[in-house]
């Protein structure tokens, strides 16, 4: 199988890399986890004129119809770059109205704006009780047609404040259903707060509010699964850029620093001990851009399989690369100071978004065809 991006996506990537590497270095991203915004509009316009809002947008809708492997290649660029703008929960809003709307009115509206870099989205996959099961839905709406009021709460949303439009799941007569939530809506209590990797999320309650069913063919809890596949198969690709910059820094400093009259970069056993960085990214590295190839894929189940194992190999790397990053470092490496620390701590954030290695190990082990080995 032939991984190999084609000129667009490489010439792409490099366009990317080159802005972030001038306009959003790892002083400028810190200045703007400090502000009271935690995000950039200056440089959320910059991704609009570079075309990341309407790369995943239909082009009937203005967008560039970009798939997951386009999409992957931008993810790992944000990832190295330790972007915080709420790109990820944008792309995963336009997935969902992609999967859940009809394309037309209201929808086509919402995916143009989006395009356009006039809307930011972010879906409300999870409930305080919930955990890690998507399918756990306490929020209620009642009503008839397009128009209804919801009523529940939703927790951890990320980028909630920053997003124009909640796409939020609920129930209506004991079944799963997808809603459009305007972010002014009446009868909403929000409640933002700073996660430990200098991203932003937020609480959401909902009284009685406002909501616009999407009505596509396929609205349901199955799409609602589908969608938090993708948001995870963006999280394992921005993961794979993010250890790219943390093996790379790693190496780096220890160039520099110095035991025993010489840098540490001279033992054998911290070679070994890189070495073995960069094995467990290459082999996320690979087991994601197998995802990206099967989440199209129309058997649900082999997308199920290649995204959980995905997440599963991603989140392994990610604590390893992670404890050898800080142990290289020594105590420079839980500080503020370096971007190995904000790195350390992406890193983890992403391995408990949208189920950790165990909950998707159990997840592919109940889906057909997982044997259990026989003594």
């Not at 124009?164 to 809506?185: C, K, M, Q, T």
């Not at 999407?214 to 809890?221: C, E, I, R, S, V």
């Not at 701590?345 to 889906?367: M, Y």
């Amino acid at each position: 199988m032939d991984f190999t991006f084609n000129d667009e996506q490489q010439q792409f990537a490099d366009t990317l890399r080159r802005y972030l590497e001038k306009s959003y270095g790892f002083e400028a991203r810190q200045q703007i986890v400090r502000s009271e915004a935690g995000v950039s509009a200056a440089h959320w316009a910059a991704f609009t004129e570079l075309g990341l809002t309407a790369l995943p947008v239909p082009e009937a809708q203005g967008g560039f119809n970009g798939g997951p492997i386009d999409m992957l290649v931008v993810m790992q660029e944000l990832g190295r770059a330790l972007v915080v703008e709420p790109y990820w929960a944008t792309a995963v809003g336009i997935e969902a109205l992609r999967l859940a709307g009809t394309g037309d009115g209201e929808d086509a509206a919402l995916l143009e704006r989006a395009a356009r870099g006039e809307a930011k989205l972010a879906v409300a996959f999870h409930e305080p009780h919930a955990r890690y099961d998507l399918f756990d839905v306490a929020t209620t709406a009642s009503g008839q047609g397009a128009q209804h009021a919801l009523s529940g709460t939703k927790s951890v949303v990320l980028h909630g404040a920053q997003a124009d439009d909640w796409i939020v799941p609920a129930r209506v007569a004991g079944e799963i259903a997808l809603f459009v939530v305007p972010r002014h809506a009446a009868g909403v209590k929000l409640t933002e707060y700073r996660t430990i990797d200098g991203q932003r999320a937020a609480t959401l309650e909902f009284n009685g509010t406002p909501a616009r069913r999407l009505a596509g063919k396929h609205a349901g809890a199955a799409t609602l699964e589908q969608i938090a596949d993708y948001g995870t198969l963006l999280l394992c690709a921005e993961a794979i850029g993010a250890l790219d910059a943390l093996n790379r820094a790693t190496v780096e400093y220890t160039k520099t620093r110095q035991q025993f009259g010489q840098p540490i970069a001279r033992f054998q056993a911290l070679q070994h001990r890189m070495v073995e960085m960069l094995i467990h990214a290459e082999q996320a590295r690979s087991i994601t851009y197998l995802a990206a190839m099967r989440y199209p894929s129309e058997d649900a189940n082999e997308r199920r399989r290649a995204i959980s194992a995905a997440k599963v190999r991603v989140g392994q790397a990610a604590r390893f690369v992670g404890q050898q990053a800080v142990q290289l470092h020594g105590g420079m490496g839980v500080t503020n100071e370096v971007a190995a620390a904000h790195l350390f701590k992406r890193l983890a954030i992403i391995e408990t978004t949208l189920g950790d290695v165990d909950h998707h190990l159990a997840r592919f082990a109940t889906l057909p065809g997982f044997a259990v080995a026989e003594d």
